[in-house]
């Protein structure tokens, strides 16, 4: 009797992948994924989300995984569908978030032959993911289990890195495609439930010698910062510490979870906005982890430091500015915890940190009193009262362009709420998907701070959203267009009509009637001070929502500037 080797394969990867911690999975429908995509659902173990288009089922599962920090699992059937997972596989690589990426495909002898709904799938991603293997049809043969589950295996810790990013694999299926009923290959995995091969991540420590040389520097400064980027990795426990003991001050991104710290400077891109205070508090020596700044402020100011430590556990060289000049392949939190090992704690506060320190206070005072002034909707206050409304645990998903700018600049410190962004690539495609995934993963109340463009970027995401049992809330910034293009030289560069048309981009659609047609409950926040309030009502009521609030692109670019004129001005008093 011929045993079914189709169904085996597919439920032997499903269960090692379970055994290696994963928990979710995103699948779109299709004839050839047919043998994975019911192992996936046939398990039980595993949260199983349906997508008809393969982009936004990529960055459901980016999402799923981003916010469990556990690989999560993208499914499709062959040909196009493989092709469409591409951005979301861009955006795990360059974000260093673990991904399972699933593509079927023909069995070979049906490869370049003008086969149905095939093409060369293989090496498709080319150099981006972590590992790639082409994995032949399921066959019934000895010893062919253990295979099975060994490619299962390195998969999941492949993707779990280090550093994490996506895998692919791609899946030959022979006909039949559904399951037999006969028989199934046996492929046991270990008896005690564990992964077929445990693999143990190193942590990687700065060799003595490096560590001595970054203490004596750090001891030889008084003109030193802390600049922490986007998945630096950092706890705040070291910072504090390395603060208390150098009494630097932090300039922590939003999306570095680190603003609330005792030494963190939150306004540094209001900050450093202002020449003279740029000009005056160029440091001698920065250490730099995790991504470059949101700030292009802070990216300029860099470009003029002294020298410049960069620490990042895999080693990636993440420095567009060319101005490291020195790079350490080690864990963040393990060579701050060594450093402080030779320096002597408890250093007291100098007249650099002091005067870094009022000056975040005095911005803080002259952004706030700016914010207040106007009920006519400034996104800076949008961004600033979305943080505020969040509930604690709850996670903030934004995007990219302007709204990750605005939370960097304008919302006030907060250690109990996440942010997150895909800023791997810092594209605005996937965001409704992305949204939906971090909710699925974390179960919390979560909201996703979005521009209009960036929205309907990926409105097949809000297919089945309304049902999928997730409490998400969509803030949206309808400022009909692109509106970080209206910051940039190119609207004195053009004539206005051909800005609109090719750059700015006003979508001609109503955004409140787009989410109305997937099911989506709206409420529009028609003054800046109905925002806050209308999310927390969005939240309380659970589900799938969208907030609406309307701006103005050349107001919001006015109210920008004056923000920063209160500040430099702030600066000035005495």
């Given amino acids: ?63 799923c995984a981003r916010a469990s920090g556990r690989p999560a699992i993208v499914c499709c059937t062959s040909g196009t569908a493989a092709a469409h997972l591409h951005p979301a596989v861009l955006e795990a690589a360059h974000g260093r978030v673990p991904m399972l990426v699933c593509t079927a495909d023909r069995p070979p002898e049906l490869r370049d032959t003008g086969a149905g709904q095939t093409i060369e799938q ?37 993707a779990s890195g280090p550093p994490a990013g996506p895998v692919h694999l791609n899946l030959a299926f022979r006909e039949p495609l559904a399951p037999t ?34 203490a004596a520097a750090v001891r030889d400064v008084t003109r030193g910062v802390l600049v922490v980027g986007g998945g630096g990795g950092l706890t705040p426990g070291v910072v504090d510490r390395f603060v208390q003991a150098t009494g630097w001050p932090v300039l922590p991104d939003a999306l570095a979870g680190l603003r609330a710290g005792t030494g963190a400077v ?99 005072d002259a952004i706030a009193e700016q914010l207040a002034g106007s009920e006519e909707p400034f996104e800076g206050r949008i961004a600033r009262d979305v943080v505020a409304a969040l509930p604690e645990a709850a996670t903030l998903v934004v995007a990219s362009s302007m709204p990750v700018r605005d939370v960097d600049t304008f919302a006030d410190p907060r250690a109990d709420v996440r942010i997150i962004a895909n800023r791997g690539v810092n594209g605005i495609d996937g965001f409704a998907s992305t949204t939906l995934g971090v909710a699925a993963a974390t179960r919390l109340p979560t909201v996703g701070l979005t521009g209009d463009l960036s ?17 998400a809330t969509f803030v949206v910034v309808d400022n009909r267009g692109g509106g970080i293009f209206s910051f940039l030289p190119y609207q004195h560069q053009v004539a206005p009509e051909q800005f609109e048309r090719i750059l700015a981009t006003p979508p001609d659609v109503d955004i409140a009637d787009v989410a109305r047609t997937y099911g989506l409950p709206v409420a529009e ?24 609030v309307r701006t103005d692109r050349d107001a919001n670019v006015a109210r920008h500037r004056d923000v920063f004129t209160a500040v430099a001005a702030a600066l000035r008093s005495t």
């Fill in 1 to 63: 009797m011929t045993r079914d080797a189709n169904t085996a394969f597919a439920r032997t990867l499903v269960d090692e992948f379970v055994r290696a911690g994963v928990r979710h999975a995103s699948v779109s429908p299709g004839s050839r994924n047919a043998p994975l995509a019911l192992a996936l659902v046939q398990d039980g173990r595993l949260r199983v989300e349906v997508h008809l288009d393969e982009r936004s089922a990529g960055f459901f599962a980016l999402g």
């Fill in 122 to 158: 293989v090496g498709l991603y080319g150099r981006v993911p972590r590992w790639s293997v082409d994995v032949e049809a399921p066959a019934d043969r000895p010893g062919i289990g253990a295979w099975w589950r060994s490619i299962a295996a390195r998969a999941a810790a492949s």
């Fill in 181 to 214: 009923g006969t028989a199934l290959v046996d492929a046991p995995g270990r008896a005690d439930g564990r992964p077929w091969t445990v693999t143990t991540p190193p942590v990687r420590h700065a060799d003595p010698a490096t560590v001595q040389r970054l």
């Fill in 266 to 364: 939150s306004t540094y891109d209001a900050l450093l906005r202002v020449e003279e205070f740029a000009t005056t508090h160029r440091p001698d020596l920065v250490i730099r982890v995790g991504a470059s700044p949101t700030s292009a402020a802070t990216a300029r100011w860099l470009a003029d430091a002294g020298a410049q430590w960069l620490l990042d556990p895999d080693g990636q060289w993440l420095d567009p500015g060319h101005t490291a000049t020195e790079r350490v392949a080690a864990e963040p939190d393990v060579v701050l915890t060594d450093l402080l090992d030779q320096l002597a704690p408890g250093a007291p506060m100098s007249s650099w940190g002091t005067s870094w320190h009022d000056a975040d206070r005095r911005a803080r």
């Fill in 455 to 471: 929205f309907l970027h990926d409105t097949n995401g809000l297919l089945g959203a309304a049902g999928r049992a997730l409490d």
């Fill in 525 to 548: 926040a028609e003054k800046a001070s109905d925002v806050l309030p209308a999310l927390r009502d969005a939240l309380a009521a659970g589900g799938v929502r969208l907030v609406r």
